[in-house]
T-cell receptor, first 116, second 115 residues
Framework: AQSVAQPEDQVNVAEGNPLTVKCTYS??????LFWYVQYPNRGLQFLLKYITGDNLVKGSYGFEAEFNKSQTSFHLKKPSALVSDSALYFC??????????????FGKGTHLIIQP | EPEVTQTPSHQVTQMGQEVILRCVPI?????FYWYRQILGQKVEFLVS????????KSEIFDDQFSVERPDGSNFTLKIRSTKLEDSAMYFCASPDGTSGMNEQFFGPGTRLTVL
């Protein structure tokens, strides 16, 4: 079975500072990894994904994430946080061996709070 | 940019009643999914649907749940006899094409409240 761990319920960062939201995963095969963001009373918006290739992937709104196979991690990062980045962030994984039918397995989410 | 739509945005029902949640996926997508998110908890996979039949389902998706695609555009989730613990946000999603590499596009969700 696959799983995702987001160890922090909440991350507080001052505006302009770099931010990191942590994610570790467990799958039997190789992973497809995703980050989504959820604003209040809204659906999930896709931020970025790792499939293969360069371990550093860039996504929407200046976010990036680094895939680390040895640590089974896929931490979300941004060099300079904005107040508008405040939201709930979800890491998700699916096993590369699965077909298109496999659903995503999500972490429990991390509340990111950017303080002005 | 095309988007997934869901109706209603909020559904309130009495315990034991049937509810149908509706989704209009992006038109050229082939796989469709339902997820739920109980308040304050993580998003959980319920079921995937391809070629007019269920492809995969989780242990949450028991006999009380069913899905169908009654026409070429709508994708529905039915809960036959709702329980209090069915109260949650229900999200429809679909990826572009059939590859597992593709990100899933999520609808805005339906908030189901069972009283």
């Amino acid at each position: 079975a696959q799983s995702v761990a987001q160890p922090e319920d909440q991350v507080n960062v001052a505006e302009g500072n770099p931010l990191t939201v942590k994610c570790t995963y467990s799958v039997s095969g190789n992973p497809y990894l995703f980050w989504y963001v959820q604003y209040p009373n809204r659906g999930l918006q896709f931020l970025l994904k790792y499939i293969t290739g360069d371990n550093l992937v860039k996504g929407s709104y200046g976010f990036e994430a680094e895939f680390n196979k040895s640590q089974t991690s896929f931490h979300l990062k941004k060099p300079s946080a904005l107040v508008s980045d405040s939201a709930l962030y979800f890491c998700a994984v699916r096993d590369m061996r699965g077909g298109g039918a496999d659903g995503l397995t999500f972490g429990k989410g991390t509340h990111l709070i950017i303080q002005p | 940019e095309p988007e997934v739509t869901q109706t209603p945005s909020h559904q309130v029902t009495q315990m034991g009643q049937e509810v149908i949640l509706r989704c209009v996926p992006i038109s050229n997508h082939l796989y469709f999914y339902w997820y739920r998110q109980i308040l304050g908890q993580k998003v959980e996979f319920l079921v995937s649907f391809y070629n007019n039949e269920i492809s995969e389902k989780s242990e949450i998706f028991d006999d009380q749940f069913s899905v169908e695609r009654p026409d070429g555009s709508n994708f529905t989730l039915k809960i036959r006899s709702t329980k209090l613990e069915d109260s949650a946000m229900y999200f429809c999603a679909s990826p572009d094409g059939t590859s597992g590499m593709n990100e899933q596009f999520f609808g805005p969700g339906t908030r189901l409240t069972v009283l």
